[in-house]
């Protein structure tokens, strides 16, 4: 990680804190970091850790074990010029974010069916198979590009000269959805340093027993 990014990061997190309050949380994020207030879907969400000190991680994420292939080690650096980042900056990106910065997108790559388990709060779900950049529908792939990426379509040619920072994850260390969309990004000409790759993705945040929301119903 860069030391800009870390100074940055830690910059935000220094001005969120804020005097612990009488009932004071007993598993923080950080020492001077009780919890962080992001918004998904209009409504407030604090991100924070299970306060439950006996509490296990989610079932859904305790397997150890998957078929491989598909379901892989990934490497701890994915591409060349793209930041393969971890829990705490990924809240600073989602604070960002909620507090009206539209130059950053945090995308859940997972299926519907994992995200109706539970999400980032702050993300955005764009299914890895709908951006599955030679595979996808072209069409779909430009609209997600156009509609959600800040990216331009100059007769017949993708412009990135106004593309977000994409902040994007799958359900962990041994998913290839969100890596698999990362490489088709790049393969297009999306700017590296414009994508973030947080690896650790669900099983980490679930590991960590921080806040996941569930779609409205």
Not at 29 to 45: I, R
Not at 73 to 94: K, N, R, S
């Amino acid at each position: 990680m860069k030391l800009r990014t870390l100074f940055a990061v830690s910059t935000l997190f220094a001005s969120l804190a804020m005097p612990m309050a009488a009932s004071a949380l007993d598993v923080n994020l950080t020492a001077d970091l009780p919890s962080v207030d992001v918004m998904h879907d209009g409504q407030k969400v604090t991100i924070m850790r299970n306060q439950d000190q006996k509490n296990t991680i989610n079932p859904d994420f305790a397997k150890t074990s998957r078929k491989c292939p598909p379901f892989c080690i990934q490497p701890g650096e994915l591409a060349a010029g793209v930041d393969t980042i971890g829990e705490l900056e990924i809240i600073h990106y989602l604070k960002k974010m909620s507090d009206g910065d539209k130059t950053i997108m945090v995308v859940d790559s997972r299926t519907p069916d994992w995200v109706e388990k539970g999400t980032i709060p702050g993300a955005v779900n764009i299914p890895w198979d709908k951006l599955n950049i030679g595979k996808s529908d072209p069409i779909t792939v430009q609209e997600i590009l156009e509609k959600h990426f800040g990216v331009r379509n100059q007769d017949g040619f993708y412009m990135f000269d106004n593309a977000k920072t994409v902040v994007m994850f799958c359900n962990g260390p041994w998913c290839g959805q969100s890596p698999t969309n990362i490489k088709g990004l790049l393969k297009i000409g999306y700017p590296a340093n414009k994508i973030k790759w947080y690896r650790g993705g669900m099983q980490d945040w679930e590991a960590l027993g921080l806040t996941t929301v569930k779609p409205a119903k």
